[in-house]
């Protein structure tokens, strides 16, 4: 499912700042962060259909992705994984590339995308839901958001817990550096889940499994929960620091990349 929080051209360090859980049965192979062979993509990867949740490049281009809650898929769809990997791999403008989109909304299950380009600091948020509505696309405004199951924004309860949790960490380091992989593991992994105001899209207790931010439940396909935690932090020098705890048979594995945005002296 994935929710993730972050800061946008809002902040004195970090011009773009993200933190990310990436929630998948344990059993789906995966390849954790790493640079991708033969791209200039750095992020985690799906085996099995070669998408993506998150990764960026070496030019400054961004793309995440959330699943929408819903009760009825489409088991033939076309993989949502594939479409962050469809925007790193053109040449297209975050918008210009929502207006490609705008024709295929049909083709996949519910998904909220956001992409960026860091050297024009452009972010253009697109989503295929509510149904009749369409696939849709706006600019992201500057500011802290939080992205879960829903529209961008959308106040469920764990949405909002990670937001408050997210102002009080940035309000804690004020301009100072913020060591991303812990704060990423602090706000990120938060195990305690609400039994009120939840969305009722699926059963209760499903629901209530699904209320925390770092999931972690049994079902009868298999174990289910957060797979990994991530941190992407773009400073305005240019440099990037991507950051991603994941887990791999039951152990949890760090890794860290750090490199400049091509041909860029300061993001602002």
């Known amino acids: 499912m994935c929710i993730a929080v972050f800061i946008w051209k809002a902040h004195p360090l970090y011009p773009f700042l993200l933190?990310?859980?990436?929630?998948?049965?344990?059993?789906?192979?995966?390849?954790?962060?790493?640079?991708?062979?033969?791209?200039?993509?750095?992020?985690g990867r799906d085996e099995v259909a070669?998408?993506?949740?998150?990764?960026?490049?070496?030019?400054?281009?961004?793309?995440?992705?959330?699943?929408?809650?819903?009760?009825?898929?489409?088991?033939?769809?076309?993989?949502?994984?594939?479409?962050?990997?469809?925007?790193l791999k053109s040449n297209k403008s975050p918008h210009d590339f929502s207006e490609q989109l705008l024709g295929e909304a049909g083709q996949y299950n519910g998904f909220n995308l956001i992409v960026a380009d860091l050297c024009s600091m452009t972010?253009?948020?697109?989503?295929?839901?509510?149904?009749?509505?369409?696939?849709?696309?706006?600019?992201?405004?500057?500011?802290?958001?939080?992205?879960?199951?829903?529209?961008?924004?959308?106040?469920?309860?764990?949405?909002?817990?990670?937001?408050?949790?997210?102002?009080?960490?940035?309000?804690?380091?004020?301009?100072?550096?913020?060591?991303i992989g812990r704060a990423a593991e602090r706000i990120m992994r938060d195990v305690s889940k609400e039994d009120s105001n939840l969305p009722g899209i699926y059963p209760p207790e499903w629901e209530y499994q699904?209320?925390?931010?770092?999931?972690?439940?049994?079902?009868?396909?298999?174990?289910?929960?957060?797979?990994?935690?991530?941190?992407?932090?773009?400073?305005?020098s240019g440099e990037v620091t991507f950051y991603e705890l994941s887990l791999e048979k039951d152990v949890w594995k760090e890794q860290q990349m750090t490199f400049m945005i091509e041909g860029v002296v300061s993001v602002s």
């Not at 933190?19 to 992020?43: C, M, Q, Y």
Request: aromatic share 8%.
């Open 123 to 179: 972010m253009v948020y697109i989503t295929n839901r509510p149904k009749d509505s369409g696939m849709s696309a706006t600019e992201v405004s500057a500011g802290i958001h939080v992205l879960s199951n829903a529209t961008l924004d959308t106040p469920w309860p764990k949405s909002q817990r990670l937001e408050c949790s997210f102002k009080q960490l940035l309000d804690e380091y004020g301009e100072a550096e913020i060591p």
């Open 50 to 87: 070669g998408g993506t949740w998150l990764a960026c490049t070496r030019s400054g281009r961004v793309a995440f992705l959330t699943n929408v809650r819903e009760i009825n898929s489409n088991s033939d769809a076309k993989s949502r994984g594939d479409l962050p990997v469809r925007f």
């Open 210 to 236: 699904l209320s925390s931010i770092f999931i972690d439940t049994k079902t009868s396909m298999g174990r289910y929960g957060t797979r990994s935690t991530s941190s992407l932090a773009v400073r305005s």
């Open 19 to 43: 933190f990310l859980n990436r929630d998948e049965f344990h059993n789906r192979p995966t390849k954790p962060l790493a640079w991708w062979e033969d791209s200039d993509i750095v992020g």
